[in-house]
C-alpha cells in the first residue's frame, strides 16, 4: 500500500527466506537479514521511518533493536500483542496457563515470543533509552483506541496491541 499509493521508498528486513520470496514476487525491496544484526549496517539518519511490526516480543535485545532503529531513523513505529491485557490476565490467573488467542496463536513451546511484554513495560523501556513517545495507541480486537492518558490504566488493560511512535 504505502509503495503504490503513497509512492514511498520503503525496503524490508526480513529473517525467513520464504517471505523474502514471497514478498519479492510482489515487488516489494526485500532483504533476508537478521535485524538483530543487520541493523547495525545502516549509517545512522538513514530513514525517515523505520518500522517493527508485531515483532519486538520475537527478538532477543529489545532495547538494542528499538536504539538501533532510532539511530537509522528519525522516527519508529513499534507496534507489539501486549501480555497486560485483561485476558491474557484472566487465562493466568483462572487456567493457570500461557494463553492461546488470535495474537498468541501458539503454545508457549512453539512461540517465537520471547520477551513478553505489557505497555507499561514498553512505555519504561522507552524511558530508560531515552525515546520520545510522540504517540502510543492501543487497539482491542474491533479496533477501538484505548489512548494511554485517560484512564491511565485503561489502554494497558484494554488494549491487545499497541502502537508506539518514538523519537529520539
Request: glycine content about 6%.
Amino acid at each position: 500500500y504505502l509503495t503504490a499509493f503513497k509512492k514511498v521508498d520503503g525496503r524490508g528486513l526480513e529473517l525467513s527466506m520464504a517471505r523474502v520470496r514471497a514478498a519479492v514476487s510482489q515487488g516489494l525491496p526485500v532483504i533476508q537479514g537478521n535485524l538483530e544484526n543487520d541493523l547495525k549496517d545502516y549509517p545512522a539518519g538513514a530513514f525517515d521511518y523505520a518500522i517493527l511490526s508485531q515483532t519486538l516480543q520475537a527478538t532477543h535485545n529489545p532495547a538494542a533493536v528499538v536504539e538501533d532503529m532510532l539511530r537509522i531513523a528519525r522516527r519508529a513505529i513499534v507496534s507489539f500483542p501486549n501480555f497486560g491485557h485483561w485476558k491474557v490476565r484472566t487465562q493466568l490467573l483462572f487456567n493457570g496457563r500461557m494463553p492461546v488467542n488470535r495474537n498468541l496463536p501458539d503454545s508457549w513451546y512453539a512461540t517465537q515470543n520471547i520477551h513478553f511484554c505489557t505497555i507499561r513495560d514498553f512505555a519504561g523501556l522507552c524511558a530508560e533509552i531515552g525515546a520520545t513517545v510522540e504517540r502510543a495507541v492501543a487497539l482491542d480486537a474491533y479496533g477501538s483506541r484505548y489512548l494511554f492518558n485517560a484512564p491511565p490504566w485503561a489502554a494497558n488493560i484494554f488494549g491487545e496491541q499497541a502502537v508506539f511512535l518514538l523519537r529520539r
